[in-house]
T-cell receptor
């Protein structure tokens, strides 16, 4: 596709369940980012990948959150034992490059709205 | 740690008028990039304009321009000739190896 694709668009899950959120970046983009956006807030950094490896996972809130990008393309954000406080929009973005002085645009998907009931 | 502050939760402007959205940031770096992103109800973040810190000239993209004051660590966005389609959340962002966003300003445009 032409842009960053995130599936599903919306996800409702019960407290304690496991969820997976998928991100298909723009083809050829080596950098991939996950952000979490709570209602009325700006996006909060979670993790970013350079290729297959997680270059910075300092934003993951706790060990219930995990993300993978096994082939350097599609990424999956996994949340175990979901809690009501995990409810938010999860945004994915990709970029042709990363590193200090990144001046290229990060292209965002439309996000997955996760609701934990 | 770098931080980005947007002190205006909401702003409003009449169609065809000009509005300025404020942003300040804190950093010890000397070279970096700053961005303004627009987020309509569709949730997709769209790049509006970017500024390289080592360039003194303010960036301009059609009706959008910035006032970049490096010493003051200020990066405001000016929207001229506002249009109804400009209504959205606007986020200021600072770049290190990842984007750090402010809390956003909701812009309303009245006919």
């Amino acid at each position: 596709g032409a842009g960053v694709s995130q599936t599903p668009s919306n996800k409702v899950t019960e407290k304690g369940k496991y969820v997976e959120l998928r991100c298909d970046p723009i083809s050829g983009h080596t950098a991939l980012y996950w952000y979490r956006q709570s209602l009325g807030q700006g996006p909060e950094f979670l993790i970013y990948f350079q290729g297959t490896g997680a270059a910075d996972d300092s934003g993951l809130p706790n060990d219930r959150f995990f993300a993978v990008r096994p082939e350097g393309s599609v990424s999956t954000l996994k949340i175990q034992r979901t809690e009501r406080g995990d409810s938010a929009v999860y945004l994915c973005a990709s970029s042709p490059q990363t590193g200090r002085g990144m001046n290229t645009e990060a292209f965002f998907g439309q996000g997955t709205r996760l609701t934990v009931v | 740690a770098q931080t980005v502050t947007q002190s205006q939760p909401e702003m409003s402007v009449q169609e065809a008028e000009t509005v300025t959205l404020s942003c300040t940031y804190d950093t010890s770096e000397s070279d970096y990039y700053l961005f303004w992103y627009k987020q309509p109800p569709s949730r997709q973040m769209i790049l509006v304009i970017r500024q390289e810190a080592y360039k003194q000239q303010n960036a301009t993209e059609n009706r959008f321009s910035v006032n970049f004051q490096k010493a003051a660590k200020s990066f405001s966005l000016k929207i001229s000739d506002s249009q109804l389609g400009d209504a959205a959340m606007y986020f200021c962002a600072y770049n290190t190896d990842k984007l750090i966003f402010g809390t956003g300003t909701r812009l309303q445009v009245f006919p």
